[in-house]
């Protein structure tokens, strides 16, 4: 279950990753599956290329993009990897707002 975002950050998430952009999401989440998670961050791009590219840099796998019939494909990054990757990002504002360490 997603919440603590707005209509409008969703939106503009969906519209870069339809712009072929890499774009990240951060919201609260919560799934039985995952117990001490509170957070998942969305980072998404309509070029599975590009993706592919960005998440290379991160040891991230082609195969861990999620393909959804909704059209916007996405890496989920969860923990540490989640806290890790938005820093060298540059988006401590995420952090700030959903991560809690």
């Known amino acids: 279950m997603a919440f603590?975002?707005?209509?409008?950050?969703?939106?503009?998430?969906?519209?870069?990753?339809?712009?072929?952009?890499?774009?990240?999401?951060?919201?609260y989440w919560l799934d039985d599956r995952f117990p001490d998670v509170r957070s998942v961050t969305k980072v998404g791009c309509c070029n599975i290329d590009a993706l592919t590219r960005w998440g290379k840099k991160y040891g991230l796998k082609k195969e861990w993009i999620?393909?959804?019939?909704d059209g916007f494909p996405h890496f989920d990054l969860l923990g540490d990897i989640q806290y890790e990757i938005l820093m060298k990002e540059g988006l401590q504002d995420h952090i700030s707002r959903f991560v809690k360490r």
């Open 66 to 69: 999620h393909q959804r019939k």
């Open 4 to 27: 603590g975002l707005t209509k409008q950050e969703l939106n503009g998430w969906k519209q870069q990753v339809r712009n072929g952009q890499i774009a990240f999401l951060t919201h």
